[in-house]
């Protein structure tokens, strides 16, 4: 079976513009997460969806934002990028929003604001 | 707010011997788990152990193992007969669960773990 992927796997941008960011979770899964890993530190979380709907949010700018679709994928926008945008974005699906359900996390998007 | 603190920036094991990863963390809430992950250079976060707050015995994974005291907050994960692939850093992560939902990881700075052989 798959597991999470992402897309792109590397991404450079520039300051002012936008990015999107994708996520396929594991087939069955209908929660997903997202985190921001900046170098060094551990991921913080961004968003998490559960059957389409917002489950969750972290202390990020409205400049973040999400969404899940019908099939349980999922996109991260990010507008108006700054450097400080620079990190690993990582994407974690779970079978359900509770309960013990293991996350499983893909192996992120590498975003670089130039 | 819950924090997860992890105060060894980098360890360092002989290979065949045994580390011990530690982890403390700070919640009110009586209803969580603690998590160890594996992020290889790959980047991919893999699960190591899950510790389930409810439960009194430490949770075990072949050569991993966990000290939970619940108590003192700490979470440690031992590591035995350490191998060349056990090499990555290490992240503690706490999750509560609230109203039958879940919540989001909370995760450490990780520890960056070395093998010699």
């Known amino acids: 079976d798959a597991g999470v992927t992402q897309s792109p796997t590397h991404l450079i941008k520039t300051r002012g513009q936008h990015v999107t960011l994708r996520c396929s979770p594991i087939?069955?899964?209908?929660?997903v997460s997202w985190y921001q890993q900046v170098l060094g530190q551990g991921p913080q979380f961004i968003f998490q969806?559960?059957?389409?709907?917002?489950?969750g949010r972290g202390n990020f700018p409205d400049r973040f934002s999400a969404r899940q679709f019908p099939n349980y994928s999922s996109e991260l926008n990010v507008n108006a990028l700054l450097l400080g945008d620079s990190a690993l974005y990582l994407c974690?699906?779970?079978?359900?929003?509770?309960?013990?359900?293991?996350?499983?996390f893909g192996q992120g998007t590498r975003l670089t604001v130039v | 707010a819950q924090t997860v603190t992890q105060s060894q920036p980098e360890m360092s094991v002989q290979e065949a011997e045994t580390v011990t990863l530690s982890c403390t963390y700070d919640?009110?809430?009586?209803?969580?788990?603690l998590f160890w992950y594996k992020q290889p250079p790959s980047r991919q976060m893999i699960l190591v152990i899950r510790?389930?707050?409810?439960?009194?015995q430490n949770a075990t994974e072949n050569r991993f193992s966990v000290n939970f005291q619940k108590a003192a907050k700490s979470f440690s994960l031992k590591i035995s007969d350490s191998q060349l692939g056990d090499a990555a850093m290490y992240f503690c992560?706490?999750?509560?669960?609230?109203?039958?939902?879940?919540?989001?990881?909370?995760f450490g700075k990780g520890t960056k773990l070395s093998v010699k052989p």
């Open positions: 974690a699906s779970s079978l359900r929003s509770r309960g013990v359900t293991e996350a499983f």
């Open positions: 087939s069955g899964h209908k929660s």
């Open positions: 969806y559960y059957e389409k709907e917002e489950r």
């Open positions: 919640t009110s809430e009586s209803d969580y788990y």
């Open positions: 510790q389930e707050a409810y439960k009194q």
């Open positions: 992560a706490y999750r509560r669960e609230y109203g039958g939902s879940q919540g989001n990881l909370i």
